[in-house]
């Protein structure tokens, strides 16, 4: 789809990225869109037998985004979230939107201490806005030194771990 801030130049989008700023208009209607897209998937595999909480969302910067958003606004309750170098879209509105269903969900929020695309404030931002939602003891914030807008072995043996705790074995 195309991008604003790429120049609306078409590319792999969930929605419409405007500006870079915690003060940047935001897509709304393309964010919500997007959950909705997200939630039908969930529905999904749910009608193919996947219990809800046997299901993790998670992404990286845009994907995380939705991420977040979706779990905390979808009415299913899941196992986790995992949101990797990203924000919390539409975080000014979540009073009036929250459902609440996952006011216990487990979340792994990852950020490098060098992005230069999705700066570690807004990563800080989020998991103080989070704390507020749902509860804090079930938020896992890391952060990887020298990092940038990509991910590392250490990130990922940590969401390695947060699966294998938050989805353990069927018997």
């Known amino acids: 789809m195309p991008v604003s801030l790429n120049m609306n130049m078409a ?7 405007i500006g870079l700023s915690p003060d940047s208009q935001e897509d709304e209607v393309g ?20 219990p809800s909480n046997r299901i993790i969302l998670g992404g990286f910067s845009q994907g995380g985004a939705l991420s977040l958003y ?37 979340v792994l929020q990852c950020h490098g201490d060098c992005d230069p695309l999705v700066p570690l404030m807004f990563g800080s931002l989020t998991v103080e ?21 990509s991910s590392c072995i250490e990130e990922m043996m940590d969401v390695k771990q947060f699966i294998d705790k938050h989805l353990p074995p069927v018997d």
Not at 43 to 49: A, L, P
Not at 71 to 100: D, E, H, M, N, Y
């Open 11 to 17: 590319m792999p989008s969930w929605f419409d990225i």
């Open 31 to 50: 964010i919500k869109q997007a959950a909705e897209n997200v939630k039908a998937l969930i529905d999904q595999e749910v009608k193919n037998g996947i």
């Open 70 to 106: 979706t779990a905390l606004t979808t009415q299913q309750k899941l196992a986790g979230v995992v949101a990797l170098s990203c924000w919390l879209p539409l975080r000014t509105s979540f009073p009036q939107v929250f459902i609440g269903a996952n006011k216990e969900i487990a």
């Open 129 to 149: 806005r989070l704390k507020s939602m749902i509860n804090p003891a079930n938020i896992t914030f890391r952060t990887y030194s020298g990092m940038m807008h």
